[in-house]
């Protein structure tokens, strides 16, 4: 340990700053922004094949399989994470007035949480094929 | 005690930091804002991604209703937006992982990696379209 350290060791385990929130924030953003490099590049190409050659039964078969389902799952909702949390950034810092900061990000959350689940059921819904 | 200054008439100008206006738009704020914006754009992107799972399970009729939608001029253009924005965000973001990893922080990398990122997103999203259209062999 540093002798000019001030810090606990506790504290620095933790690593929250003296607001005590937001290194979590700032950590989910990149982890998501990580894991989406991979994701987006498949979900883009399988995108990009049905909109060139598969049309629509091309797509259920492609979200049928249990890889093309998990991925794009897993892109979804990962996107959807990492949407929230970037637009909350964007939203406290443009918008000054508390109520309608808290109502705006409430108002994100809302429909990224319909919108996940729209997604999900969607999703299972090709994959067993009722 | 203190004694009380009155109001001046006229309010203090006192000295503000630089801001946008006084700063000379150069690639690396130019692409900063870029990133945000295409992120604010991808967040409806990323619905109508929804919207597309929603009609394809919804059934082959649903299905073609979203093509017929999505085949309109607006649509057409609304989803090259979109397009290059994805591939923008994609290639900044990384460029923005390897910052926060304290890689590539000198200004001439920065600024280099600025212009070959907005390079990158135009020749990909060209790329793509021209291949929607069958122009590209």
Same mark, same amino acid.
């Given at each position: 340990?540093?002798?000019?350290?001030?810090?606990?060791?506790?504290?620095?385990?933790?690593?929250?700053?003296?607001?005590?929130?937001?290194?979590?924030?700032?950590?989910?953003?990149?982890?998501?922004?990580?894991?989406?490099?991979?994701?987006?590049?498949?979900?883009?190409?399988?995108?990009?094949?049905?909109?060139?050659t598969?049309?629509?039964?091309?797509?259920?078969?492609w979200?049928?399989t249990?890889?093309g389902?998990?991925?794009?799952?897993?892109?979804?909702?990962?996107?959807?994470?990492?949407?929230v949390?970037?637009?909350?950034?964007?939203?406290?810092?443009?918008i000054?007035?508390?109520?309608?900061?808290?109502?705006?990000?409430?108002?994100?959350?809302?429909?990224?949480?319909?919108?996940?689940?729209?997604?999900?059921l969607?999703?299972?819904?090709?994959?067993?094929?009722? | 005690?203190?004694?009380?200054?009155?109001?001046?008439?006229?309010p203090?100008?006192?000295?503000?930091?630089?801001?946008?206006?006084?700063?000379?738009?150069?690639?690396?704020?130019?692409?900063?804002?870029?990133?945000?914006?295409?992120?604010?754009?991808?967040?409806?992107?990323?619905?109508?991604?929804?919207a597309?799972?929603a009609?394809?399970?919804?059934?082959?009729?649903?299905?073609?209703?979203?093509?017929?939608?999505?085949?309109?001029?607006?649509?057409?253009?609304?989803?090259?937006?979109?397009t290059?924005?994805?591939?923008y965000?994609?290639?900044?973001?990384?460029?923005?992982?390897?910052?926060?990893?304290?890689? #590539?922080?000198?200004?001439?990398?920065?600024?280099?990696?600025?212009?070959?990122?907005?390079?990158?997103?135009?020749?990909?999203?060209?790329?793509?379209w021209?291949?929607?259209? #069958?122009?590209?062999?």
């Open positions: 340990m540093n002798p000019k350290q001030m810090r606990s060791p506790l504290r620095i385990a933790k690593g929250l700053g003296s607001a005590q929130s937001g290194t979590e924030h700032w950590i989910l953003q990149r982890l998501t922004a990580l894991a989406l490099v991979p994701l987006s590049l498949y979900a883009l190409a399988g995108f990009f094949q049905i909109v060139l598969g049309g629509y039964a091309g797509a259920i078969a979200l049928g249990p890889i389902a998990v991925f794009v799952l897993m892109f979804l909702l990962v996107g959807l994470r990492h949407a949390l970037g637009l909350e950034v964007v939203i406290e810092d443009y000054h007035k508390s109520s309608d900061k808290v109502a705006l990000i409430f108002f994100v959350k809302f429909v990224a949480g319909a919108a996940a689940l729209l997604g999900t969607s999703l299972a819904k090709i994959y067993v094929g009722v | 005690m203190p004694s009380e200054t009155p109001a001046p008439k006229t203090v100008r006192r000295p503000l930091s630089p801001h946008l206006q006084i700063y000379k738009p150069q690639i690396t704020s130019a692409t900063s804002i870029l990133h945000r914006i295409t992120g604010v754009g991808l967040s409806v992107g990323i619905l109508i991604a929804v597309w799972l009609a394809l399970a919804g059934g082959e009729e649903s299905y073609a209703v979203f093509l017929a939608l999505a085949r309109m001029p607006v649509a057409q253009i609304i989803l090259f937006a979109l290059a924005a994805l591939f965000h994609l290639l900044n973001g990384i460029r923005h992982l390897f910052w926060d990893a304290g890689i #590539g922080l000198e200004i001439k990398t920065a600024v280099r990696w600025g212009y070959l990122v907005l390079f990158g997103a135009i020749v990909l999203t060209v790329f793509v021209l291949k929607i259209y #069958g122009v590209a062999p």
